[in-house]
């Protein structure tokens, strides 16, 4: 099984994913490469917005992603490592300094 790095054609996160599965995404996104994020939120354009086609989905969905500077996908994994944190109680850990936030970057 040969791993390989993959970047969603969204949102640009970069995943390592068998071919096997990467081949799989491509064929339901029109040979394109979505994470599991951007193709969730494609999936969820075309029945919520009853979209005509999934390439019309894919393309509202880079729109949407190219309107944040930060990439959105990173943004959930950020807070999402967070929630994990408050939830274990270690917000104050060596852990949380060494992965801690750039002033830059905002939560929305």
């Known amino acids: 099984m040969e791993i390989e790095s993959v970047r969603c054609e969204c949102c640009g996160l970069m995943e390592d994913c068998t071919q096997d599965y990467i081949r799989e995404v491509k064929s339901n996104f ?26 019309e989905a894919v393309r509202a969905h880079v729109s949407f992603c190219g309107k944040f500077k930060d990439n959105p996908a990173v943004l959930v994994a950020d807070g999402m490592r967070q929630m994990l944190r408050r939830r274990s109680g270690d917000l104050t850990s060596s852990a949380s300094k060494k992965f801690g936030r750039s002033n830059s970057t905002k939560l929305y």
């Open 30 to 55: 029109d040979n394109k490469w979505l994470c599991g994020l951007c193709s969730e939120a494609v999936r969820d354009e075309v029945s919520r917005r009853k979209m005509t086609t999934l390439d």
